[in-house]
């Protein structure tokens, strides 16, 4: 029953380091997307893919990049860590198409503190 | 563009107690609109949701209803517990297909024994 898994679950980087956040999904979902979480800030939304082969930005994408080979996994990677990334990374997954509920199934997250 | 205003925290309340967390929202058609919530440590779960106006979203004693002509979404439960404490998220995807969900900054909710 692993549904979103990430990794790691604590990271800190130096600035300038680079680093890759991982996220797998086994339910066979479409739609995959990254958010980072900051106090009073809410959820926003880093890149998002609607199937293997096909990325998009959402509302902060500088300094993120994301790839997507596989439909079970979807990468962050951070090319230079910058403090101001220092936050925790959610992924998240869901269904698209027919019978699609619309819920979005997240992973526990990844703290990450960039010095 | 989109977006998604909620009350903010922390809300303390006594078990046993009525709970509102206010949602209002923007948007341009009609979005789907859900309460996400937070347990420490943990991710997002989905708690309710509702996809068009006046339906009733209900799960664990929470309810929401989707009232387009206030364009609000609030969370209410009749008699809290300790074990929902937690941070409630209200959120949005946009209808248009792009799949971009908007999420409110988050309610911290407290509830003392």
């Known amino acids: 029953n692993a549904g979103v898994t990430q990794t790691p679950k604590f990271q800190v980087l130096k600035t300038g380091q680079s680093m890759t956040l991982q996220c797998a999904q086994d339910?066979?979902?479409?739609?995959m997307s990254w958010y980072r979480q900051d106090p009073g800030m809410g959820l926003r939304l880093i890149h998002y893919?609607?199937?293997?082969?096909?990325?998009d930005q959402g509302e902060v994408p500088n300094g993120y990049n994301v790839s997507r080979s596989t439909t079970e996994d979807f990468p962050l990677r951070l090319l230079s860590a910058a403090p101001s990334q220092t936050s925790v990374y959610f992924c998240?997954?869901?269904?698209?198409?027919?019978?699609?509920?619309?819920?979005?199934?997240f992973g526990e997250g990844s703290r990450l503190t960039v010095l | 563009g989109n977006s998604v205003t909620q009350m903010e925290g922390p809300v303390t309340l006594s078990e046993e107690a009525f709970l509102t967390i206010n949602c209002t929202y923007t948007?341009?058609?009609?979005?789907?609109l859900f309460w996400y919530v937070q347990y420490p440590g943990e991710g997002l779960q989905l708690l309710l949701k509702?996809?068009?106006?006046?339906d009733k979203g209900s799960n664990k004693g929470f309810e929401a209803t989707y009232r387009k002509e206030t364009t609000s979404f609030h969370l209410e439960k009749g008699s809290v517990q300790v074990s929902d404490s937690a941070v409630y998220f209200c959120?949005?995807?946009?209808?248009?297909?792009?799949?971009?969900?908007?999420f409110g900054t988050g309610t911290r909710l407290k509830v003392l024994a």
């Open positions: 998240a997954s869901r269904l698209l198409g027919q019978g699609a509920t619309g819920e979005l199934f």
């Open positions: 948007a341009t058609g009609y979005p789907s």
């Open positions: 339910m066979n979902h479409e739609y």
């Open positions: 959120a949005l995807s946009s209808p248009s297909g792009t799949y971009k969900y908007i």
């Open positions: 893919s609607v199937g293997a082969g096909i990325t």
């Open positions: 509702a996809t068009k106006a006046d």
